[in-house]
């Protein structure tokens, strides 16, 4: 059974940063795409950044240059690592793990998705 369980989630400030980690179990976690998407109350779910099986990364253009978006697949584990946080940020983060290379914006091509985490930036 294929498991991801996201955690790191918590309240931070403006300019804080904070890292979530998703642990994969159940699958062979070298060979997929991995992506972090997020839903905010009221809106509908958005891609932040994906990892490809050859560490080409993908952001959108909202997150650029404050997320960082990293694998250890050694330890079968994705990272997102925030920083510069806004308020705006605030929402529940998800991983998620697709076979797919490409079009990894789309949540359509993810196949097993975590919980969520939720990440609260207070003003």
């Known amino acids: 059974q294929v498991q991801l369980v996201e955690s790191g989630g918590g309240l931070v400030h403006t300019g804080g940063s904070l890292r979530l980690s998703c642990a994969v179990s159940g699958r062979a976690f070298s060979v997929f795409t991995m992506g972090w998407f997020r839903q905010a109350p009221g809106k509908e779910r958005e891609f932040v950044a994906a990892?490809?099986?050859?560490?080409?990364?993908v952001y959108a253009d909202s997150v650029k240059g404050r997320f960082t978006i990293s694998r250890d697949n050694s330890k079968n584990t994705a990272y997102l690592l925030m920083d510069s946080l806004k308020p705006e940020d605030t929402a529940v983060y998800y991983c998620?793990?697709?076979?797919?290379?490409?079009?990894?914006?789309?949540?359509?091509?993810?196949?097993?998705w975590g919980h969520g985490a939720q990440v609260t930036v207070s003003s």
């Open positions: 998620a793990s697709s076979p797919s290379d490409y079009g990894v914006e789309s949540g359509r091509l993810y196949d097993y």
């Open positions: 990892i490809i099986r050859n560490e080409d990364k």
